[in-house]
């Protein structure tokens, strides 16, 4: 816990204090903001009028009374509304995974003291893992995807509702901590392990983002800002393996 507290500034200076890296976190942003108006908006407002009729359809019909319909309805309305804008920041964070994977790469060096890459080669090995970085990017988020279907069968019993938070939580951790986990070659037991040992941080971390998830446009800031964080929290919490390879 005391490494993800002292991550948030420094994580955030990392972007403000380099020039590079700022223009890495804010063209995401800018794709995002593109998104939003050519996609994003018109599929969360039919989502939203679907997933409103649908309630009216099904809730309506008297057979429950009006204080449970309004509850449930209300219920449903606000874990949709979370769906469709956790679902936009999965897709921009694919469309943006070139740039943070680039971010990722310089903060970890600079949080090491290390020589840092011109952003030309940066750009360059970029534009060379491209297709690889894409892929991974899906496969990665096919898999958020379908654990947060399990998250929100949980959020349907109200006794499992903090498993469903929980799940979400650690589910928008793993989507940017991947960054360093690929980058040092992890293998998945490895990753497990590195959970596990930092669970409380990770978790301290994913909690705060997913507040920001609910929040349109501003949940555009989310795929760079989380990656810094994270880089920044796993260097911090893995500093024995730095100690090893020296």
């Known amino acids: 816990m005391v490494n993800a507290l002292k991550s948030f500034p420094l994580s955030f200076s990392m972007i403000l204090k380099n020039k590079i890296n700022m223009l890495l976190a804010i063209v995401p942003v800018v794709m995002g903001i593109i998104l939003y108006w050519l996609v994003g908006k018109t599929l969360f407002s039919s989502a939203l009028d679907f997933g409103n009729k649908y309630i009216e359809q099904y809730l309506s019909n008297g057979t429950l009374g009006s204080i449970v319909y309004y509850l449930v309805a209300t219920i449903l309305m606000i874990m949709l509304y979370f769906i469709v804008n956790w679902t936009f920041v999965l897709l921009v964070s694919i469309v943006a995974s070139p740039f943070n994977d680039i971010l990722s790469t310089r903060i970890e ?25 894409l892929l991974n990017e899906i496969k990665k988020v096919s898999f958020i995807l379908g654990l947060s279907l399990f998250a929100v069968v ?10 469903s938070v929980f799940v979400s939580v650690i589910l928008l951790s793993m989507e940017f901590l991947d960054f360093s986990w690929s980058r040092h070659g992890m293998s998945f037991k490895e990753c497990r392990g590195d959970v596990r040992k930092n669970l409380l941080g990770y ?8 507040i920001l998830v609910a929040m349109p446009l501003v ?28």
């Open 109 to 133: 060096k600079q949080i090491l003291n290390e020589e840092l890459p011109a952003f030309s080669e940066s750009l360059s090995g970029a534009i060379t893992k491209l297709v690889p970085t």
């Open 203 to 210: 978790s301290f971390g994913g909690a705060f983002f997913l």
């Open 219 to 246: 949940n555009l800031i989310v795929p760079s800002l989380a990656t810094s964080f994270f880089t920044t929290l796993w260097v911090k919490s893995n500093e024995h393996r730095y100690q090893i390879t020296k």
């Open 154 to 163: 949980f959020s349907f019993v109200p006794i499992l509702m903090p498993i």
